[in-house]
């Protein structure tokens, strides 16, 4: 499941009926996103994409069931609209406005803390599942990007996004959920915070993470890996290696102050902490495949520790066929040797389910271990049965 967005999430747009609300709203709703309702004051019998607009919140909440609020709004107006869907009971919120003041962010931040609510933003593109659903403003019909997978992406940079995503598609994965945290200095939601979510989530591998200088968040992050808070693969690239201190570069959160928020520091701190950070977007995609491979070499060699009664099935490997349709009967394309069965399981680099493969093989057969698989329905059975289908 995705982190923040299903394709069952309800979605109320604030500012449906202006330019960019009623543009985006489209491609949401095309992409998959269930978009239920508008609200732009003053505006209310109107349609847009078939879908009703309303005065307020509260009037859209009493004719609809909305779990997440979209806001296309100015950043004067972004706090009462923020407020508005918090008093409604709305506990998912997305805002991209840039230049929401300071001091209102603050108050924002408190509110949806305070409401046990999360509040994604301001200054940023939003949050997607591609393939699934999106909140906010994603060219999501670009697929060398925005292809479904098992990597989770966080970012600061809506213009980093879209290089560095590029490179994971490139390796050969794809995203699972992808959040835009922003690139005030007071987001609603920070890096450490969503952390939990992606380790809960079990279509999330690793978590790439697209930083820059200027505050602490990727110390934050740092610090849950070495606590153990965090215990899933982590690549970062980290914009701003030449930037000089104390110059604000770009993003009004990207500066360094009172010493801390240099690029060196977070480097330092992460690298400590068991990540891997990228001097280019280009090797991003490189790092995560080498991660990944010492994370899944580590996870077997702990599974297959122990007497042989011990072990479940996962004696029997499965060989990713990434769409590919395997025959019913014998050695598919390409062989895999004795076929046992045909299995449909998650390609671990895309995410996709694909029919795959059943075949025999020693338990050290690992030569590409990204190319293998483990089919989770399979494993829960009994032991024996697994051995001699």
Not at 18 to 34: P, V
Not at 40 to 57: D, I, L, M
Not at 305 to 314: A, D, F, I, K
Not at 343 to 355: D, K, P
């Amino acid at each position: 499941m995705s982190i923040f967005i299903e394709s069952d999430t309800r979605v109320l747009v604030q500012g449906m009926t202006g330019k960019e609300g009623s543009f985006w709203t489209k491609h949401m709703i095309d992409l998959g996103t269930q978009v239920v309702a508008g609200v732009t004051p003053g505006k209310e019998g109107q349609e847009v994409e078939g879908r009703p607009v309303y005065h307020s919140v509260r009037r859209a909440a009493a004719e609809h069931e909305i779990d997440a609020a979209m806001l296309f709004v100015p950043p004067r107006f972004t706090k009462d609209a923020v407020f508005e869907a918090l008093d409604s009971g709305i506990q998912k919120i997305v805002t991209i406005a840039d230049g929401i003041p300071l001091h209102e962010m603050v108050q924002i931040r408190a509110a949806a803390r305070s409401n046990g609510a999360m509040v994604v933003g301001g200054n940023t593109s939003g949050v997607i599942s591609p393939g699934t659903a999106m909140m906010g403003m994603f060219p999501y019909w670009i697929e060398r990007v925005y292809t479904p997978g098992r990597i989770g992406v966080m970012t600061r940079s809506g213009s980093l996004t879209n290089e560095v995503t590029a490179m994971v598609v490139r390796a050969g994965f794809g995203v699972s959920s992808l959040i835009g945290i922003g690139g005030d200095p007071v987001p609603g939601t920070r890096f450490a915070e969503m952390l939990p979510l992606y380790e809960q989530d079990r279509e999330t591998d690793a978590v790439v993470i697209i930083g820059e200088l200027g505050g602490t968040m990727e110390e934050e992050v740092a610090e849950a890996m070495r606590d153990g808070r965090f215990t899933k693969p982590v690549v970062a690239f980290l914009g701003g290696r030449t930037a000089p201190k104390g110059k604000r570069m770009g993003h009004a959160g990207a500066i360094v102050t009172g010493g801390k928020g240099t690029v060196e520091g977070k480097i330092k701190a992460l690298t400590e902490a068991g990540a891997l950070v990228a001097e280019r977007p280009r090797f991003v995609g490189e790092l995560l495949q080498e991660l990944l491979k010492k994370h899944l070499k580590k996870r077997n060699t702990d599974e297959f520790t122990g007497p042989p009664e011990n072990r479940t099935q996962t004696d029997h490997l499965l060989r990713c066929r990434c769409g590919t349709d395997a025959g019913d009967e014998g050695d598919p394309p390409g062989g895999f040797g004795q076929v046992r069965r045909i299995s449909r399981t998650h390609c671990y680099r895309t995410g996709r389910y694909g029919r795959t493969a059943l075949r025999s093989g020693p338990v050290d057969d690992r030569s590409d271990p990204l190319s293998y698989h483990r089919d989770a329905e399979y494993r829960a059975a009994d032991p024996l049965q697994g051995r001699y289908l």
